[in-house]
Each structure stands twice: as C-alpha cells, then as structure tokens.
C-alpha cells in the first residue's frame, strides 16, 4: 500500500517562504502524477500544483501561480513545494496526492478524488 508522508509545514511570517516535502514509500513517484491541494477550516479543499510524469508538465494554481515551484527528488522518491510572499490566507493543512495515471488535467482540474493516495497533511500557518 502506497504511502505519502508530508512535512515541512509550521508557522511562517507574512511575506515569507517554506518548501513542504512528500516523501513516498511503496511506489515510485517518477511514474506518479503528483499534486499538492490544501484546505483551509471551512473551505473546500483547492489544488495548488501538480507535476506530471515527466518533470516538464505541471500545474499551477492561479492562486500560487508566480510564487509556488513543484519539482521532484526520485533519488528520494519525494515532490516538494515552494510557496513564496505567504499570506495569512495562505493558512491551511496542506497534502499531497498520488496516482499512477498520466492524465494530469483530469486528476489535477477535473476531479482531485481520481487520486487514488493521500498524506495525512502539514498544518501551514502564515501569522505575524
């Protein structure tokens, strides 16, 4: 059974940057569509950014779109995420997603429930 394991949340100032890392263990993440999603208390879960197959197809939310980067370890089988210029809004538990499929727009725009593995997520909190 595929697991996912999130880390690297905490609490940020405004303004300031984090990288959350998904490490993978009984899969290989270079044949996985990955996506990071969050969900703030009292909104429905968003993605964030997705990366395909091949390192060069990815997904940006236009919320994250100019300050979040998606990019992949496979000596570590782990994805992280970036963010930058974090804002207070920016605050929620924050996951990853795994799944064998290549379509990256299905699983990243169509329907997030097409991932078939989920982390247990990172809380993020963006606070003065």
């Known amino acids: 059974q595929p697991q996912l394991v999130e880390s690297g949340g905490g609490l940020v100032q405004p303004g300031g940057s984090l990288r959350l890392s998904c490490a993978a263990s009984g899969i290989t993440l270079g044949s996985y569509t990955i996506g990071w999603f969050r969900q703030a208390p009292g909104k429905e879960r968003e993605v964030l950014s997705c990366i395909g197959h091949t390192d060069a197809n990815t997904f940006h939310e236009d919320s994250v779109k100019g300050r979040s980067a998606i990019s992949r370890d496979n000596a570590k089988n782990t994805v992280y995420l970036q963010m930058h210029s974090l804002k207070p809004d920016d605050t929620a538990i924050y996951y990853c997603?795994?799944?064998?499929?290549?379509?990256?727009?299905?699983?990243?725009?169509?329907?997030?429930?097409?991932?078939?593995?989920w982390g247990q997520g990172t809380q993020v909190t963006v606070s003065s």
């Open positions: 997603a795994a799944d064998p499929s290549s379509d990256l727009i299905g699983l990243c725009v169509l329907d997030h429930d097409l991932f078939g593995s």
